[in-house]
Structures are given as structure tokens and as C-alpha cells.
């Protein structure tokens, strides 16, 4: 019914940068909050950031002024993008999406995942 699909990770040297897109498509009546996750080995998932479709933000603490979210609703996609990037950045990054579909309700998808590595 709907699939999102995460792009942009890979190996990035500490202080460097990237970003991560996830389009969304199929059959998509419109799309509330959007965020993006994060797993590194042994530990939780945790949320990094996540946007309203009004565009108001969160962010968690250790990615402030560093990382940044926002969206492109005609493109049904939306970007991480990552400054300034730590060794402790290093994780499996989950693109969410809260999703009205054609009943009407709204549902929660999640992306495949993509592997950003940060490392001398």
C-alpha cells in the first residue's frame, strides 16, 4: 500500500557531512509527522528528529544545531541533513511517517534503514 524508501548513507569521516532522504509513495491521501530514528549496536532505537506537516520540529539533544529536518510534501519525502558528524553519530537511520491512506485512518510505516558509519 505504501513504501518508504531511504537513501544517502554511507562511510563519512568525523566533522563531515551527509543526507539522508526517504520517499514515501503508493496510495497516499496526505501525510502527518514524519521523523527520523536511529540504532547503533546494543542499544535502543531513539528518535532524532521529527517534523509536523505544519513544520514545527524536535529534535533530541545530542543532535542539536548539528542535524537538521525538513520536508517536501509535492515530493512526499523527507531529508535528514547531517553537519558536524561524531564517531557517536554512527547507527542504523529509520525513516517514520504517519500515513493517511484511502480508508481514511491514518498508519505508521517505517523505511528499510540505512547504514551511516562515521570513522577515521
Known amino acids: 500500500q505504501v513504501q518508504l524508501v531511504e537513501s544517502g548513507g554511507g562511510l563519512v569521516q568525523p566533522v563531515g557531512s551527509l543526507r539522508l532522504s526517504c520517499a514515501a509513495s503508493?496510495?497516499?491521501?496526505?501525510?502527518?509527522?514524519m521523523g527520523w530514528y536511529r540504532q547503533a549496536p546494543g542499544k535502543e532505537r531513539e528518535l532524532v528528529a521529527s517534523?509536523?506537516?505544519?513544520?514545527?520540529?524536535n529534535y533530541a539533544d545530542s543532535v542539536k544545531g548539528r542535524l537538521t529536518i525538513s520536508r517536501d510534501d509535492a515530493k512526499n519525502t523527507v531529508y535528514l541533513q547531517m553537519n558536524s558528524l561524531k564517531p557517536e553519530d554512527t547507527a542504523v537511520y529509520y525513516c517514520?511517517?504517519?500515513?493517511?491512506?484511502?480508508?481514511?485512518?491514518?498508519?505508521?510505516?517505517w523505511g528499510q534503514g540505512t547504514q551511516v558509519t562515521v570513522s577515521s
Open positions: 517534523i509536523t506537516s505544519g513544520g514545527n520540529t
Open positions: 517514520n511517517a504517519q500515513v493517511q491512506v484511502q480508508t481514511g485512518n491514518f498508519r505508521s510505516y
Open positions: 503508493g496510495s497516499i491521501v496526505s501525510i502527518d509527522a
